[in-house]
C-alpha cells in the first residue's frame, strides 16, 4: 500500500504518491499497468481521482494532454494522448474526428469523463457508438478507509497533530472525495497557526462555511 499523498503546499501528481488498496487496484492497473489498450475512457466524480490517473499515465506514457481544437499539431510529438472532460466538449464533429484521427494513425488515447458513457448522449450518431464502444474503467467511490489514510498522511505533511477522534469527525461531516479531503486540511492548515486540532475548533469551521 503506498501512503505519500501530496505535498506541502501542492498536489504531486506523481506515481508514488497514488495510494493503493483493494477497492481501486483493477483501476490502477486498468489504466497504468496495462500496456496493450489503443483507447480508454476513465470516469468518475470530480474529486475521485481521473486527474492524478491521467497525469501518472502521461509520465508514464510520455504522453499529451490535447483538446479537440489543437491534436492534429500535437500528433507529431508522441503516440499518447489524453483527452480530459468529455462531457463538456461541445463541438462532437470535432470530437469524432479526433477520435478517428488516433486511431487511424495507431496513437492511444486515454479520455476523461465525469459522466457514463451510456450517459454522455451524444447527438452524432458515430461520435456514439465509437464512445459506447471503447473500453471504459470507472473509479469507485472512495471508502471511509482510503479518506482516513488521506487525512492522515496530509495531517503529518502539514505537521498538524490530531488525533484518531477527530479524523472520524472530520470524516463523518465532509463529502466522500479526494476534493473535500484537500479542501478541509488546507482550511485547518491556514485557520489552525500550528496549534493542536481538536473537534470544538473543527466544528467552528465547518459552521463558518455553512453561514
Same mark, same amino acid.
Given at each position: ?31 497504468? +499497468?496495462?500496456?496493450? =489498450? ?10 475521485? +481521482?481521473?486527474?492524478?490517473? *491521467?497525469?501518472? =499515465? ?6 499529451? /494532454? ?53 450517459? %454522455?448522449? /451524444?447527438?452524432? &450518431?458515430? %461520435? ?6 471503447? *473500453?471504459?474503467? &470507472? ?15 496530509? /495531517? ?41 486540532? *481538536? ?8 459552521? &463558518?462555511?455553512?453561514?
Amino acid at each position: 500500500m503506498q501512503l505519500n499523498l501530496f505535498n506541502n503546499n501542492q498536489i504531486d501528481y506523481c506515481q508514488q504518491n497514488f495510494i493503493v488498496l483493494d477497492e481501486n487496484k483493477h483501476v490502477y492497473n486498468s489504466v497504468i +499497468g496495462d500496456p496493450f =489498450w489503443k483507447c480508454l475512457i476513465l470516469f468518475g466524480p470530480k474529486g475521485s +481521482g481521473k486527474t492524478h490517473l *491521467t497525469h501518472i =499515465w502521461q509520465s508514464v506514457n510520455n504522453a499529451i /494532454f490535447i483538446n479537440v481544437n489543437n491534436f492534429v499539431s500535437e500528433m507529431r510529438y508522441s503516440d499518447a494522448f489524453i483527452l480530459e472532460d468529455i462531457q463538456n466538449i461541445q463541438d462532437e464533429a470535432m470530437l469524432l474526428h479526433c477520435y478517428n484521427y488516433m486511431r487511424e494513425n495507431d496513437k492511444r488515447l486515454l479520455i476523461t469523463s465525469s459522466t457514463s458513457p451510456k450517459r %454522455l448522449n /451524444f447527438r452524432l &450518431k458515430d %461520435l456514439s457508438s465509437r464512445i459506447l464502444s471503447t *473500453t471504459n474503467v &470507472k473509479i469507485p467511490p472512495a471508502s471511509e478507509e482510503l479518506l482516513r489514510i488521506m487525512l492522515i498522511k496530509r /495531517f503529518s505533511d502539514k505537521q498538524l497533530r490530531v488525533n484518531l477522534r477527530v479524523i472520524d469527525y472530520i470524516l463523518a461531516r465532509i463529502e466522500r472525495s479526494f476534493c473535500s479531503v484537500n479542501k478541509i486540511i488546507e482550511k485547518i492548515d491556514n485557520e489552525s497557526m500550528g496549534s493542536n486540532i *481538536t473537534i470544538p475548533f473543527i466544528n467552528t469551521l465547518l459552521r &463558518k462555511d455553512t453561514t
